[in-house]
């Protein structure tokens, strides 16, 4: 029986790839212009094939995991005002599997109450446009997003002067749920908690 590769490996083998595909050892060369005279003048050939090339492998990868059942959760550590909270999430270049979803889904409560403990007292501003820009929201505004999401992952932005902790809601899958390019069927909300007085950077 043949070996089948861990999550950990196969991130690995992305960014290995990854790597050969900017340095230009991989091309998908049959692929020249996008056929666009506007646009085909602005977009080198070589950066085209470079990014297809990786976007092939990373299918093939996805493939890999669904035909093998490999997980795309990776687990992470974090420390917040001197409280820990270690919470999965989904590998930005690899998939999430339908159990990997549950996962997510049975610890989405464990990170809201982690996240609202560590956020007494912060600004919270939900972001929009898919961009920089932000509304001032308040506590129970956050409690409806997360009624209509399905799981929650944490990032935070900290320095001696300054925090930020930002909480992702999201529904359907994680993979095309960042930058909200599955809408409807996936996507995202970010909220950014920071002291008062400052402004979301993240």
Not at 29 to 49: A, K, M, S, W
Not at 119 to 131: A, C, E, P, R, V
Not at 183 to 192: D, V
Request: net charge neutral.
């Amino acid at each position: 029986m043949s070996k089948v590769y861990t999550t950990q490996e196969l991130i690995k083998i992305l960014a290995d790839e990854r790597q050969a595909c900017l340095k230009g050892k991989r091309l998908k060369l049959e692929l020249t212009v996008l056929g666009n005279p506007v646009i085909d003048q602005f977009i080198r050939t070589d950066g085209l094939q470079q990014f297809t090339a990786y976007q092939d492998f990373k299918a093939a990868i996805h493939d890999y995991q669904r035909k093998n059942q490999v997980s795309g959760i990776i687990w992470r550590e974090v420390t917040l005002k001197g409280k820990n909270l270690s919470y999965p999430e989904v590998d930005t270049e690899l998939i999430a599997l339908p159990s990997d979803l549950e996962i997510l889904k049975a610890t989405k409560n464990s990170i809201l109450e982690f996240w609202y403990e560590v956020t007494k007292g912060m600004d919270l501003y939900l972001s929009f446009n898919n961009s920089k820009q932000y509304q001032q929201i308040v506590t129970p505004d956050v409690e409806r997003i997360a009624q209509r999401t399905e799981w929650a992952s944490l990032w935070k932005w900290e320095n001696s002067s300054f925090l930020e902790i930002i909480l992702q809601l999201g529904w359907g899958k994680p993979e095309e749920a960042y930058y909200k390019r599955g809408r409807p069927r996936s996507g995202s909300e970010y909220i950014h908690a920071v002291n008062p007085g400052n402004r979301p950077i993240g």
